[in-house]
């Protein structure tokens, strides 16, 4: 293997290096299987890959190892490391298809307009400066969340990668310093655990499922895993002892990289949870299992690294950094064409998948192996031999120079016409602007802190007899509830679910905020159980009327959660707000997401609230007079 070859986990490259094996056999096959696993999670949402995100922890591995490999090879052959040479073949590899990806990209998303513009001035400065991840984070974005479809979300985990090529080459010298090979190696691995320890603490004790996915610190333990394991084959990759080559020996190294490979697609079919179970559970157990496929495929006479390094997935191998570019950016833009909140079209899928195949041919051999033979100065210095030359390559030169300053003319064009928020980000952020007005503004009357008894006959219901809890569809919501019903108590927030919510009510029952009527709102974030509730009705006792919502989002688990709500609001007698029957003949009322209501779909929310409200007020006043 040229050690540049192999030594970026997307792709293949081949800077100047003394000569080593062609390349590890069976790396460009599980490159493949992680991109295809990522690109199928992405573009295919609905189908058996629901746990695809893994195949980045996959690459995440193989990047470790290749590197490290690497920087141990040049110091074995040298007796040092060459920083500038060595950042500069990273910066040849990945530099020229990341600036055609987000150049072309953001131009289309200009063309496009609307929600796919959102915040492309931070994306591209994200991706120019490798530090995607951080800029995310700092502005509060969401890997998970569907109101903020990011252009450029992807170009996360490069970030990740580039810094460990930055901060790990100065880190190596170091660790070297500790004489045995065990000790490097228990120093990668126990490094390992404590990212994966700190990636769990942030899911389990902060809720910060996306700090702690895109952290370089909490997600580094499938790279860590990557560089303990390229210690610990330091020797046996180059003179690998007799008995590595045993028949037994070999037969048990495929046996192994053949069920590790299995184990891989069998956890990327898993759906994610927002636990530890998945993170650093599923992520850790595809990084251990990707160690293992590695040490299978390059142990010495093992048939595995041969066998998945077949000729259809060593296109897709050697082409993997640019599929893996291509591919969010493209299905973003073809989807943003769709009907609000119909997610990804199978058609856009399949469209996505078409284009990013063709364009990541079409780079890797006019952009990306120009540059990575030749260097920049010399690909630029055959571009002007090019404008010099015959007529066929003249055209072909002008053609390019057109098309680079079209591209950075859109990007700039993009950047400066770019909104702060998406649509659905926008009415959220109203919401909370509303309810922190109310909070701040005084109030003109003091509320009794309990409401009066229940009169005998219908009267209409006040604000100051609601208590409305809800996730950020109600919060989008808020501004249109509290203009039908001044004075009601709006308690929502981002990401709530039904679970949460006897809890919540427990909380504002031991505060004195809970009035007679209780409206309830928790559908959009996951499934409900029938026992949760049974267990808001016992929190409110008979003295209090609960009102559910139904939920309308492009979700699998919402037409469950609606009948969920429909059947037990017929049994139990308790108030329904058909939220979702509403709003569903008129999505042109929602943000582009398909799920939060703008100015117009938050007042038919609150009159979707306040016709439930009254006919349970009609029901309460005919059972009094009884």
């Known amino acids: 293997m040229s050690p540049g070859r192999d030594c970026d986990p997307h792709a293949s490259m081949t800077p100047p290096a003394p000569p080593r094996p062609a390349r590890f056999a069976g790396l460009d096959g599980l490159r493949a299987v992680a991109v295809a696993l990522v690109i199928v999670y992405h573009l295919f949402p609905g189908w058996v890959f629901a746990g695809g995100f893994v195949g980045v922890d996959v690459f995440f591995v193989i990047s470790g190892f290749l590197i490290t490999t690497l920087l141990l090879g040049e110091r074995e052959r040298t007796g040092r490391i060459a920083l500038g040479a060595f950042w500069t073949r990273r910066a040849r590899r990945l530099l020229p298809a990341l600036a055609l990806v987000v150049t072309v990209c953001a131009s289309a998303a200009w063309l496009v307009g609307g929600d796919v513009l959102a915040r492309v001035g931070a994306q591209v400065l994200g991706a120019a400066t490798f530090g995607y991840n951080w800029i995310s984070l700092a502005e509060g974005s969401s890997y998970f969340a569907s109101s903020a479809p990011e252009l450029l979300r992807n170009l996360w985990s490069l970030a990740v990668e580039e810094q460990f090529y930055v901060v790990w080459p100065l880190l190596l010298p170091l660790v070297l310093l500790l004489p045995w090979r065990s000790a490097r190696v228990g120093l990668a691995l126990v490094a390992a655990a404590a990212s994966a320890w700190w990636m769990a603490h942030l899911v389990t004790v902060d809720g910060a499922v996306t700090r702690a996915y895109f952290g370089t610190d909490s997600h580094a333990f499938g790279i860590l895993i990557g560089v303990a394991l390229a210690f610990a084959m330091q020797r046996v990759l180059h003179d690998p002892p007799a008995w590595m080559q045993r028949q037994p020996w070999r037969v048990g190294a495929a046996a192994a990289g053949s069920g590790a490979l299995a184990g891989i697609v069998w956890v990327a079919t898993v759906p994610a949870t927002d636990s530890a179970a998945t993170f650093p559970g599923a992520l850790g157990a595809a990084s251990v299992l990707t160690a293992v496929a590695i040490a299978a495929g390059v142990w010495p006479g093992s048939k595995f690294g041969r066998g998945i390094d077949a000729a259809p997935l060593r296109w897709i191998g050697d082409r993997s950094y640019g599929l893996y570019l291509w591919h969010w950016p493209l299905v973003v833009?073809?989807?943003?064409?769709?009907?609000?909140?119909?997610?990804?079209?199978?058609?856009?899928?399949?469209?996505?998948?078409?284009?990013?195949?063709?364009?990541?041919?079409?780079?890797?051999?006019?952009?990306?192996?120009?540059?990575?033979?030749?260097?920049?100065?010399?690909?630029?210095?055959?571009?002007?031999?090019?404008?010099?030359?015959?007529?066929?390559?003249?055209?072909?030169?002008?053609?390019?120079?057109?098309?680079?300053?079209?591209?950075?003319?859109?990007?700039?064009?993009?950047?400066?016409?770019?909104?702060?928020?998406?649509?659905?980000?926008?009415?959220?952020?109203?919401?909370?602007?509303?309810?922190?007005?109310?909070?701040?503004?005084?109030?003109?009357?003091?509320?009794?802190?309990?409401?009066?008894?229940?009169?005998?006959?219908?009267?209409?219901?006040?604000?100051?007899?609601?208590?409305?809890?809800?996730?950020?569809?109600?919060?989008?919501?808020?501004?249109?509830?509290?203009?039908?019903?001044?004075?009601?108590?709006?308690?929502?927030?981002?990401?709530?679910?039904?679970?949460?919510?006897?809890?919540?009510?427990?909380?504002?029952?031991?505060?004195?905020?809970?009035?007679?009527?209780?409206?309830?709102?928790?559908?959009?974030?996951?499934?409900i159980e029938r026992s949760t509730l049974h267990r808001l009705r016992e929190i409110l006792g008979p003295e209090r009327i609960l009102i559910l919502v139904t939920a309308h989002a492009p979700r699998d688990w919402v037409p469950g959660v609606n009948e969920e709500l429909t059947t037990f609001a017929r049994v139990t007698g308790v108030g329904l707000a058909d939220w979702s029957g509403a709003v569903a003949p008129h999505p042109d009322l929602l943000a582009g997401d398909g799920i939060h209501p703008g100015d117009a779909g938050g007042r038919v929310f609150a009159e979707t609230v306040a016709g439930a409200v009254d006919a349970a007020e009609a029901r309460r006043a005919a059972s009094a007079q009884k």
């Open 333 to 527: 833009l073809l989807a943003s064409g769709a009907a609000p909140g119909a997610g990804v079209p199978v058609e856009a899928g399949f469209a996505a998948l078409i284009l990013t195949a063709a364009l990541s041919e079409a780079s890797y051999r006019l952009v990306e192996t120009p540059v990575r033979r030749l260097g920049f100065r010399g690909a630029v210095r055959r571009l002007g031999t090019s404008l010099t030359g015959g007529p066929v390559r003249r055209l072909g030169a002008l053609a390019a120079v057109t098309c680079a300053v079209l591209v950075l003319g859109g990007t700039t064009a993009a950047i400066a016409g770019a909104p702060a928020a998406t649509t659905a980000q926008s009415a959220v952020q109203a919401g909370i602007d509303a309810l922190r007005a109310q909070e701040a503004a005084p109030a003109a009357t003091p509320e009794p802190e309990q409401p009066p008894a229940p009169a005998p006959s219908p009267t209409p219901v006040q604000g100051a007899e609601i208590t409305a809890v809800g996730d950020s569809v109600m919060l989008a919501s808020a501004p249109a509830l509290m203009e039908r019903f001044p004075g009601i108590h709006v308690d929502a927030s981002v990401s709530r679910s039904m679970y949460a919510a006897p809890g919540i009510l427990e909380q504002l029952e031991s505060t004195g905020q809970l009035r007679r009527y209780v409206v309830v709102a928790l559908g959009t974030n996951g499934p």
